[in-house]
T-cell receptor, first 111, second 111 residues
């Protein structure tokens, strides 16, 4: 089982560039979320989705956009990258009250 | 007050020791509780769910006290491989999309 797949695994951007982090899951989970984790800190929720066509903001949404056109995919877009967005990004999915399943993460550096 | 609070540690213990972590949560309507393990900058992985009756998985025992709103994790006979960050996780609503992660407790097991 693939579970939750994130691409790319590593990325270096220049300030002001835009890019999309991809996330796909093959478990037919209705809930998908994006988190960022900075060194020595816990996970912070960026955006989440409760189903295709429905998204909402989490704790730290500024500078990021999401969309959910299918159950499987939940891409995260950085509109204009800033050094403060250097972080590790995790995508997760779940259903009901079940625990979240995480992808391997995308390590993003912005110069 | 944070919704989920953990002692950040680090806990430094010798191999074979017993170590306990506690976690408190603020929302009395919380539905589901989990312990996750996270190795250095990798994705969090489910260690075990936590039930009111308490549950055990090998060397690991988890307890939930709803009246006092805390969760505990006990690790017996610590191994070097147990060195990691342990995350306390709470789902406050019926639905995993609002999962709240604690900042984690760091454990170092020494030979």
């Amino acid at each position: 089982n693939a579970g939750v797949t994130q691409t790319p695994k590593f990325q270096v951007l220049k300030t002001g560039q835009s890019m999309t982090l991809q996330c796909a899951q093959d478990m037919n989970h209705e809930y998908m979320s994006w988190y960022r984790q900075d060194p020595g800190m816990g996970l912070r929720l960026i955006h989440y989705s409760v189903g295709a066509g429905i998204t909402d903001q989490g704790e730290v949404p500024n500078g990021y956009n999401v969309s959910r056109s299918t159950t499987e995919d939940f891409p995260l877009r950085l509109l204009s990258a800033a050094p403060s967005q250097t972080s590790v990004y995790f995508c997760a999915s779940t259903t009901g009250n079940q625990p979240q399943h995480f992808g391997d993460g995308t390590r993003l550096s912005i110069l | 007050r944070k919704e989920v609070e953990q002692d950040p540690g680090p806990f430094n213990v010798p191999e074979g020791a017993t170590v306990a972590f506690n976690c408190t949560y603020s929302n009395s309507a919380s539905q589901s509780f989990f312990w996750y393990r996270q190795d250095c900058r990798k994705e969090p992985k489910l260690l075990m769910s936590v039930y009111s009756s308490g549950n055990e998985d090998g060397r690991f025992t988890a307890q939930l006290n709803r009246a006092s709103q805390y969760i505990s994790l006990l690790i017996r006979d610590s191994k070097l491989s147990d060195s990691a960050t342990y995350l306390c996780v709470v789902t406050p609503y019926t639905g995993g999309f609002k999962t709240i992660f604690g900042a984690g407790t760091r454990l170092f097991v020494k030979a």
